[in-house]
């Protein structure tokens, strides 16, 4: 019965002098190919040639064209008269009238669309932010999956040989038919696996072109570091300049302000000049200069919507407090679980993986001195690879928390 393991060793031994990686460590990621775009360079495309980034560009231009518009006069009115005016002879009369309001009126309405054009820049910004948040997510999560893909490679490679030593010991008769259909079963669950995770992959670097407003899907640079990094900046505190939606309604509420200074300011009168002039019975014209003012008689209305300004004034203020708590709360949670994942992390890096590699250096070392059987071999490994697949599960984790965190207080780009 010692000839049955000798022969399965003795046929499973060239794919083994084939291989050329040990069970202790992973082969390298492959490449998607030459010129894989670097976390960098996708964001610098995205930011660049993103349709929203475009978008909020031509929508900043056109409030500041709008600024322009706040000194906008009233049209001046011209009437012209001809014929039997003032007797039996025909004369003309022409009388221009211009209204317009108080220079303060124009210059609070001003101050209020340039407003306007920083809440579109702050509109922007949030969009930027996002845009970097998601290009980043997407990046990550595809840069892991290559990593995922190499540790099922690996895998694959061990069940195959397993399968197929359990097949030929059913085949001699060394071992019952259950564990020649564990290994198939085995096997097959592992391929299906991967066939999942191309699919994964692909949707991801579509995804990631539709963000880099890219024809093709994104190939990446799968030699970048999994892991994100954050620097102490990144993470200084949560503040309207560091945080664009608290920009925003910061900017929301600057421009509440100003639409009820102007809609104060439109109480005033306005004011009224004009130039007339005709002929008496063909004599020489006669000109007459006008001055005067137009007050509204019934100041209801004004004070409706002066009423109403000062309430949306308040709900900006009440919006930005809660916004404040809201996302200063989320950061404080943020950070805890971001120290919790980092510790996990640490013990995987510093005990946990070491351990694992040592599992599959001591079953290599007993499979290739006979000591146990191929079987055996795949069964004792198993649970060095599902430490690698934690260690990858819990990475993805210890990212998404870092992206989030950056997305409410980092930079921008």
Known sequence: MRLFPLLIILLLLPPLLRAQNTPGTLPPPAAPGPGGLSLEQALSTGLSQSLLTQTSGLQVEQQRALVRTGYDLPRTVADYQYGQISGPLRDHTLNIVQQTALPGVYAAQRKLLESQVGTAEQRGRQQRRELAYSIRSTYYELLLSYRRAALLRRQDSLYQRAARAARI?????????????????RLRELQNRRALLRTDRQVLGQQLAVLLNQPQVALIDTTTEAQVRLAPADTAGLTAATNPTLGLLEQARETSRRQTRVEELRRLPDL?????????????????????????????????RIAAARLGEQAADAQLRYATAQLTGQLVGLRQRLRRAAASLSYYEQTALPQARLILETAEKSFRAGDIDYVEYVVNTEPAWQIRASYLDQLQQYNDLALQLLLLTGNED
Do not use: C, D
């Not at 010991?169 to 079963?185: D, H, I, K, M, P």
């Open 272 to 304: 009224r000049l004009g130039y007339f002039t005709q002929t008496i019975n063909r004599e020489a014209n006669f000109h007459v200069a006008q001055a005067g003012v137009a007050l509204p008689l019934l100041g209801g209305a004004h004070k409706s």
């Open 169 to 185: 010991r059913y085949q001699t008769g060394a071992t019952n038919r259950l564990e020649q259909v564990s290994a198939e079963a």
